[in-house]
C-alpha cells in the first residue's frame, strides 16, 4: 500500500546519485522520503548512497540539479506549482544542451487571482517549451512504473523528462502497488547508457566549453540540431515500454485505448481523471454504448502516428479534455494537439477518419471533482449532431454559458465495494489512523483497497474527510464518495455544521464519538440528523472516544480508539486478527516515541470495545433543534451567498456569476465564521495574572483579547464578568479584563504553556 509521492521516490531516489529538494506542497513528501532514506543509508541498485541536499529554493534545486548532472552524476528533482515554474530557466538550457535528467512533478494549480494548494496541470503546462519529455501517470502504481521509464527513456534519448502526476489526488492517494525490484531495476537501466552520459561530462580531464553565447548567424541552426533527437523520444520510449513490460508483466504504450473495439464516442485524457473515465467506459460499453478512452501517457514529444492508432477505425467524435485553463487561447494544450495531429495525419493520407468531430473541455482546475456522471454528460453531449465545443464540466459556468449539465446521481460503483467516510479534525489523528486501517486491509485481505484524503487549506484545526474503499475487484474511482455504506463522525460538533449523512446509503452504518450516554445522545442530535438515521435506516453506534482516551493516558488522541471501532463494527477482519494488526501499525508507526507512547495506544485499543455501544434508533424525530446556520443573518450579502456556502461545505455548487472574477473579495468576513471547534478553552484567573500580554501574542487565531479601561464600565457588566486592577503605572486607576472567545478558539493550549505566571500556593495553575 503506497501513495503516488512514495512510489515515485521509490523509483527515483533508488536510480540516481544526488537529488536536490526543496519542499512545496504537495511534492514535499517526495524529497522527505528520499532525505529520510538516505540518513537510513539506503543504497541505490548501484551500492551507494543517494547524495540529497536541501536547497534554498526551488531554483536553487533546479540549479543544483542542473550543475550536478553536467558533472555526470545521475541526479533528480521534485517539485510542483510556482516550484516548478522557478526552475523553467534551468530547465531550457538543461534540455538545450541534451543531459538527460527526470523532474518529478505533482501537479499542481498555480496562483493566478488566488493560491491554490490543490492540483490540476497548470504548472506542467507552463513547462511546453522548455524542451523537456513530458510523461503522465494516473494512479500511484504507474508513479512508479513511469518514474522508472523516465530515467531509461531520458538516458536512451538525451532528452530529459518532466514526470507528472495529479496532486494530491494521486500523490496522496493510498492504493495497492506492486513495488518494482532492485533485479528488475538493473534490468531496466542500460549500463552502456550510463556510461555514455558519464563521458559527457565536464571534467579538467575532458575540457570541453558548454553554455556559449552565439550571435544571429549561427543561433538558429543550432537550435533546430536536436530535432533528431526529438524525432527518436517517442520511439525510444515506446521501446523502452516495451522492455519495462518484458521485465515487470505490466504494458504501457504511449497512448493506451481502453472500451468498445467498435467506439464511436471517445475521450481523450491524462491523468488520474483517465482511471475514472476509464471506469465509465467499461461500464457503458458492458451496456452496449459505443464509447471508448484514449490514455495519453507521453504528451510530449507528441507522436501523431501512435496516437492515431491508438484510435478505434470506427470514431466519429472526440472529446479532448484538459486539466488546466489557457486564458485567450483557441483552445487548451492537449486539445490543439490533437487537433493538429488529426489534421497532419488526414493531410498525409496516413489516416482517413471521414467527418470526424473534434470538441475540446476543460474539468477539475484545483482538484474540482470529476465524476462518472460528468464522463457520462461528455459523452452524451457528443452523440448531439454539434456538441459544444470548449466546454467546461463541474461547474455551474452562467456568465459565458460554458458548463454542460449532468446527473449527480448517476453511479457506476460496483455494489461489492464497501466505501467508507471518516470526518475528523486536522491534527486529531484521523487520517493517519486511516492511512493505516487501509494498509492493513490492503494487504492482510484479498481486497483492493484505494484511499483518498481531503483536506481542507487551513490544515490543522480544519476538517478532514478520509475516503476508503475496500473490493474484491480492481478499483479504479479516483473520485469522492457520494454514496457510502459506513460512516465515521470522529468530533460531535460537526453534526451540527455539516450534512454528512447525505451520503449514507439505505441500511449503511453510522459511528459516532460522543461526549453523551447512549440513553441520551439522541435526544442530542439535530432534527435533520435524526429525520435521516430513521428515513434511511441508519445502523447507529456510539463511543465517548475522549473519555477513553483520557482514561488510557492518551490525551485527546482518539483516533487508534475510533480505528479499533470501525474494524470491529465492519468485520472487514475477525476482531482478534484486526486487533492484532492495528496493534502492529502502532508500533510501527510510533515505536521511535518510546515504549510509553506505545503502551498507552495498546491500552486504549484493549479499552475500546468494552465502551462501543450500539443505539437503538427511535421511531420518530423528537430534537428540538437543528443544524446551526453557517453564518448569522446579520451578517453582509456577500457572505450569506459566498462564504456560508463555503463554510457549509456547499463550494461545489457556487455559479461562476457570484464570484469576484478578479479574486478581490470583502475584506473582514472571517469574524462571520464560528468554528467552535475546541474541546478546552482558557480560562483566566486574574489573581495570578500578571498582565504581561504573551497570552495574546502568543494565540494563533487571535482569540484572547486585553483591554484597559474605564472601572465605571463596569457598572453594566453581567455577572461573572472577570477584572483586575491595571498593573500599569501608565493606566492609573484603570481596570483590565482578560477574555478569550470560545468560538474562535481552537484548543491548541499554547497560551497556557507560555503563561509565565504561577500560583505559588498551588503548583502547576498558571494565570491563564
Known sequence: ?????????????????????????????????????????????????????????????????????????LSCTFTAAQGLLLMIPNMYKIAGELTPTVIHVAARTVATHALSIFGDHSDVMGTRETGFALLASNSPQEAMDMALIAQEASLESRVPFLHFFDGFRTSHELARAEEISFEQMRAMIDQARVKEFRQRALSPEMPRIRGTAQNPDVFFQSREACNPFYEACPVITAAVMEKFFRITGRQYHLFDYVGAIDAERVIVMMGSGAETTEETAKYLTDRGEKVGLVKVRLFRPFAIADFVQALPASIQKIA??????????????????????????????????????????????????????????????????????????GIQEDITNSSLPFDPAFSTEDPRTLRCLFYGLGSDGTVSANHNSIRIIGLETDNFARGYFVYDSKKAGAVTVSHLRFG????????????????????????????????????????????????????????????????????????????????????????????????????????????????????????????????????????????????????????????????????????????????AGLGNDIPTSLLPNDGTFPSATSQWERRNIALEIPIWD?????????????????????????PKLLEKAPPGFKSAKALWKEFPNMVFSLQVAPEDCTGCGLCVSNCPAKNKQESGRKAI
Not at 501513495?3 to 544526488?18: F, K, L, Q, R
Not at 495525419?345 to 474540482?368: C, D, H, N, P, T
Not at 486574574?686 to 474605564?710: E, F, L
Open 686 to 710: 486574574p489573581s495570578i495574572c500578571i498582565q504581561c500580554g504573551k497570552c495574546s501574542i502568543v494565540c494563533p487565531h487571535a482569540t484572547i483579547r486585553g483591554k484597559v479601561y474605564d
Open 472 to 647: 474484491p475487484e480492481p478499483i479504479l474511482s479516483t473520485y469522492l464518495i457520494n454514496r457510502a455504506n459506513f460512516i465515521a463522525c470522529h468530533q460531535f460538533y460537526f453534526l451540527e455544521q455539516q450534512d454528512m449523512l447525505k451520503s449514507a446509503e439505505q441500511g449503511a452504518t453510522f459511528l459516532l464519538n460522543s461526549p453523551y450516554k447512549a440513553s441520551d445522545v439522541w435526544s442530542h442530535l439535530p432534527r435533520h440528523v435524526q429525520q435521516q438515521m430513521i428515513e434511511k435506516k441508519i445502523k447507529f453506534f456510539m463511543i465517548d472516544g475522549y473519555q477513553v482516551a483520557k482514561d488510557t493516558g492518551m490525551g485527546n488522541r482518539i483516533n487508534t480508539i475510533m480505528q479499533t471501532c470501525f474494524f470491529a463494527i465492519s468485520g472487514i477482519l475477525p476482531k482478534d486478527k484486526a486487533i492484532e494488526k492495528i496493534k502492529e501499525s502502532i508500533q510501527k508507526t510510533y515505536g521511535r516515541r518510546g515504549e510509553t507512547v506505545v503502551a498507552k495506544n495498546f491500552l486504549a485499543v484493549d479499552h475500546t470495545l468494552s465502551h462501543l455501544q450500539e443505539v437503538q434508533v427511535p421511531d420518530t424525530v423528537s430534537s428540538t433543534f437543528d443544524m446551526r446556520r453557517p453564518v448569522p443573518l446579520e451578517a453582509p450579502e456577500f457572505v450569506q451567498n459566498v462564504t456560508a456556502r463555503i463554510i
Open 320 to 393: 479532448v479534455l484538459d486539466r488546466t485553463k489557457e486564458p485567450g487561447a483557441i483552445g487548451e494544450p492537449l486539445y490543439l494537439d490533437v487537433v493538429t495531429a488529426i489534421h497532419e495525419a488526414k493531410e498525409s493520407g496516413k489516416a482517413s477518419f471521414g467527418s470526424l468531430k473534434i470538441v475540446g473541455g476543460r474539468y477539475g482546475l484545483s482538484s474540482k471533482e470529476f465524476t462518472p456522471a460528468m464522463v457520462k454528460a461528455i459523452l452524451d453531449e457528443l452523440i448531439k449532431p454539434e456538441p459544444k465545443n470548449h466546454f467546461t464540466i
Open 1 to 73: 500500500m503506497i501513495d503516488g509521492n512514495e512510489a515515485a521516490a521509490y523509483s527515483a531516489y533508488h536510480t540516481n546519485e544526488v537529488i536536490a529538494i526543496y519542499p512545496i506542497t504537495p511534492s514535499s513528501l517526495m524529497g522527505e522520503y528520499a532525505d529520510q532514506w538516505a540518513v537510513e543509508g539506503r543504497p541505490n541498485i548501484w551500492g551507494s548512497i543517494p547524495t540529497v541536499v536541501e536547497m534554498q529554493s526551488e531554483g536553487g534545486a533546479a540549479g543544483a540539479l542542473h550543475g550536478s548532472i553536467q558533472a555526470g552524476a
